[in-house]
């Protein structure tokens, strides 16, 4: 555990911040989980509880261990709550308005010293530091997912990031035993900068009709060793934040390699997300995943 950063608040219940959440409570920080409803904030919980089950049940995790981590890790609607937190991760929505007005809300509550980092996929560190009180004190941490299982996390500095931030929050990922690789300010990073186009093509490559989604995922997975195929990566990040990043990338970088296939668009206007709202490129209400196209 770090020797500063003891209690860590997070801001959004959903995939990743139960995920950050997991991941920060096994490695013996207090953590708090902030988010707009309680209902968001159990189901999370459960989920967690879920995740650290299935380790005990392979043996990777002792009963006692599961216990431990969860007592470690509080939740509520109230945002007053996240004022003893000596580092802040926000895990919200995929939207920049969204989060500027978090940081508004949040920042007053924090400790002046109290360090705010963004979990953003693809947004300017700079510019959403620019919302804050504390543009030194604020950079990206951006984890991949599912937190648990993946090695890396990308640091992003903002301009105004000063060094003892970017130690601290270096020092901290290396204590939940994750590589850190570090980027530049540029819209969607590496990670994503590279994905992203890829999982935008193969929704192209099922928009002109060239595969089903079954054909397009069976070739990346055997004909290219991907462990996941991109359309059922696709749904796993979530179809919203896909076309959120795809969105930064084209308004961020001007070119239209990066324009957003408009089936992406028409089914995140449908409301389908992919895994979190039970159907995207696949079903998810049956026993199994069925393609949909
Ligand atoms: C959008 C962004 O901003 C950036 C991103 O995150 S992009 C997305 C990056 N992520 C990926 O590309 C994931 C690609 N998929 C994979 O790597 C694999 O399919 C996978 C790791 C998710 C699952 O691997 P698998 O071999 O099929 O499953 P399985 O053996 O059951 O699980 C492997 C580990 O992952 C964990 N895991 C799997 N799914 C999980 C989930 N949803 N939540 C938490 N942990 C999970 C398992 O508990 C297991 O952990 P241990 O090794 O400690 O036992
Ligand atoms: N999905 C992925 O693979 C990855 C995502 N990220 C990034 O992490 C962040 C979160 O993504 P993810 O977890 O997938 O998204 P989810 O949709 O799973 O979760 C987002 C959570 O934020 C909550 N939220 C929305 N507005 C507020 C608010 N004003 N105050 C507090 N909480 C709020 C949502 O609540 P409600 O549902 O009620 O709106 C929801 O619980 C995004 O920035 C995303 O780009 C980074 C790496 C990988």
Redesign the pocket.
């Known amino acids: 555990m770090n020797a500063v950063l003891k209690n860590i608040g997070i801001i959004g219940a959903g995939q990743m911040g139960c995920?950050i959440a997991?991941v920060s409570a096994a490695a013996g920080y207090r953590v708090h989980i902030y988010d707009l409803s309680q209902d968001r904030i159990e189901s999370g919980l459960a989920t967690i509880n879920g995740?650290l089950a299935?380790?005990v049940t392979?043996g990777?995790m002792t009963e006692e261990e599961r216990k431990s981590t969860l007592s470690h890790i509080t939740g509520s609607s109230d945002v007053n709550d996240l004022a003893p937190s000596d580092l802040v991760i926000e895990a919200a929505t995929e939207d920049e308005a969204v989060k500027r007005k978090i940081y508004t809300q949040v920042c007053p509550v924090l400790k002046p010293e109290a360090l705010l980092a963004t979990n953003t996929?693809?947004l300017s560190i700079t510019r959403l530091a620019a919302a804050t009180d504390r543009p030194e004190r604020f950079m990206g941490i951006?984890?991949?997912?599912?937190?648990?299982?993946?090695k890396l996390v990308e640091l992003v500095r903002g301009i105004a990031t000063d060094e003892k931030t970017f130690s601290a929050a270096k020092e901290f990922v290396g204590t939940l035993e994750k590589t850190i690789t570090v980027a530049e300010d540029f819209p969607a990073f590496i990670?994503?900068r590279i994905?992203?186009p890829m999982i935008n093509e193969a929704i192209y490559t099922l928009y002109e009709g060239v595969g089903t989604v079954d054909a397009i995922d069976t070739a990346m997975k055997l004909g290219a060793n991907h462990?996941?195929g991109p359309l059922q990566?696709a749904d796993?990040?979530g179809l919203d934040?896909c076309l959120s990043?795809m969105q930064v990338l084209h308004d961020g970088l001007a070119d239209s390699k990066y324009r957003p296939c408009p089936l992406l668009v028409k089914y995140v206007e449908a409301g389908w997300l992919g895994r979190k709202s039970g159907r995207g490129f696949y079903d998810y209400r049956g026993e199994v995943p069925v393609p949909t196209r």
């Open positions: 995920g997991h995740n299935r380790l392979n990777k996929s693809s951006h984890f991949m997912n599912p937190v648990p299982a993946m990670v994503n994905l992203l462990p996941m990566l796993f990040i934040t990043i």
